[in-house]
């Protein structure tokens, strides 16, 4: 994904001309960002430091409109349904394209059809926390644990298809062990309760657990990443850890109604490309746990996330994730 980085930067510096006149009168009004999320949690905050910064450049006004439920599945359905005309644009968050429509019945979109791939925008790890008083160190030592006492190893997670969901999966999978899923309305309840004992573990994201795990009260095992978080440089990496292979990333990022005029797409993805030559705004996201990325081309977004959906909806199935 680094390597996209690279990509991007020199598709921004090009400076693409297909289009240009239409895109150079585009914006002449202000933007609706549609967010799946509550106002407060990580996406909304990731959200948000995003449209100030998309306004400043794009010299309009970013206006975040909160749509939150089912998963990003009702703010998915309402961008969908928006007028192709550059004016609505939506923050997505992974889950809602690649988990959202394999774990639930039925869902009002289609994620291949119903919208134009803009860009990449981040990437995010999640952390293996465990109560500060379960008595593995280390992954190793939890595998080895919950292969002792089946069914035993309770771990929380934001509710049935979150990406804290399957990150669990993906380990009990690989491990060849068996977990107990205690699913809840999101992660401040779950992470309390491993804080108490209620459940022995969870992943998170690292910007809200880290400061349960500097303060004592939670033990971080790994991060999901192939690379160390710079937040917490001294936890290793589940790969590392001995679950060769392991990775479980989710991302954010810019998407909007499926017949959106090229040229605007365009122009929206070389602002994409940007951002990640901005220290303060990289900075403010890696304060939130988070690392700016970049696609080259709205076609590469969309060929991630195709990949994205086509590996989670594997574990899905092979793990009978599904919702009543």
């Given at each position: 994904?680094?390597?996209?980085?690279?990509?991007a930067?020199?598709?921004?510096?090009a400076?693409?001309?297909?289009?240009?006149?239409?895109?150079?009168?585009?914006?002449?009004?202000?933007?609706r960002?549609?967010v799946g999320?509550?106002?407060?949690?990580?996406?909304?905050?990731?959200?948000?430091?995003?449209?100030?910064?998309?306004?400043?450049?794009?010299?309009?006004?970013?206006?975040?409109?909160?749509?939150?439920?089912?998963?990003?599945?009702?703010?998915?359905?309402?961008?969908?349904?928006?007028?192709?005309?550059?004016?609505t644009?939506?923050?997505?968050?992974?889950?809602?394209?690649?988990?959202?429509?394999v774990?639930?019945?039925?869902?009002?979109?289609?994620?291949?059809?119903?919208?134009t791939?803009?860009?990449?925008?981040?990437?995010?790890?999640?952390?293996?926390?465990?109560?500060?008083?379960?008595?593995?160190?280390n992954?190793g030592?939890?595998?080895?644990y919950?292969?002792?006492?089946?069914?035993?190893?309770?771990?929380?997670?934001?509710?049935?298809?979150?990406?804290?969901?399957?990150?669990?999966?993906?380990?009990?999978?690989?491990?060849?062990?068996?977990?107990?899923?205690?699913?809840?309305?999101?992660?401040?309840?779950?992470?309390?309760?491993?804080?108490?004992?209620?459940?022995?573990?969870m992943?998170?994201?690292?910007?809200?657990s880290?400061?349960?795990?500097?303060?004592?009260?939670?033990?971080?095992?790994?991060?999901?990443?192939?690379?160390?978080?710079?937040l917490?440089?001294?936890v290793?990496?589940?790969?590392?850890?001995?679950?060769?292979?392991?990775?479980d990333?989710?991302?954010?990022?810019?998407?909007?109604p499926?017949?959106?005029?090229?040229?605007?797409?365009?122009?929206l993805?070389?602002?994409?490309?940007?951002?990640?030559?901005?220290?303060?705004?990289?900075?403010?996201f890696?304060?939130?746990?988070v690392?700016?990325?970049?696609?080259?081309?709205?076609?590469?977004?969309?060929a991630?996330?195709?990949?994205?959906?086509e590996?989670?909806?594997?574990?899905?199935?092979?793990?009978?994730?599904?919702?009543?």
């Amino acid at each position: 994904m680094k390597t996209w980085i690279m990509a991007a930067t020199m598709l921004a510096a090009a400076g693409a001309t297909s289009g240009a006149q239409a895109a150079d009168a585009y914006p002449s009004r202000p933007i609706r960002l549609i967010v799946g999320y509550a106002p407060g949690g990580p996406v909304d905050t990731a959200a948000r430091i995003y449209a100030d910064y998309l306004g400043r450049t794009l010299h309009q006004a970013i206006v975040v409109d909160n749509r939150a439920g089912a998963s990003g599945a009702i703010a998915a359905d309402m961008t969908a349904k928006s007028p192709p005309d550059g004016y609505t644009l939506y923050f997505v968050a992974s889950p809602t394209m690649t988990m959202t429509p394999v774990v639930q019945k039925s869902v009002n979109f289609n994620p291949t059809k119903d919208f134009t791939y803009i860009g990449l925008i981040t990437d995010y790890t999640n952390v293996l926390v465990v109560n500060k008083d379960f008595p593995a160190k280390n992954v190793g030592e939890l595998v080895s644990y919950a292969r002792k006492h089946p069914d035993d190893v309770s771990f929380g997670s934001a509710g049935i298809g979150a990406s804290n969901h399957l990150s669990a999966e993906l380990l009990a999978q690989m491990s060849g062990v068996k977990m107990l899923h205690v699913p809840y309305k999101g992660n401040a309840q779950s992470i309390i309760d491993v804080i108490g004992g209620q459940v022995m573990m969870m992943f998170d994201q690292v910007s809200t657990s880290i400061n349960y795990i500097r303060a004592g009260k939670l033990r971080a095992l790994a991060v999901t990443s192939l690379t160390r978080s710079p937040l917490l440089p001294q936890v290793p990496t589940v790969d590392e850890s001995g679950a060769r292979g392991y990775e479980d990333i989710t991302f954010n990022g810019l998407m909007a109604p499926a017949g959106t005029p090229r040229d605007i797409l365009r122009r929206l993805n070389e602002e994409v490309a940007k951002a990640v030559r901005v220290p303060q705004l990289h900075q403010r996201f890696i304060e939130q746990g988070v690392e700016l990325a970049a696609s080259p081309s709205p076609e590469d977004f969309a060929a991630y996330v195709k990949a994205e959906f086509e590996k989670k909806a594997k574990l899905a199935r092979e793990a009978g994730i599904r919702m009543e």
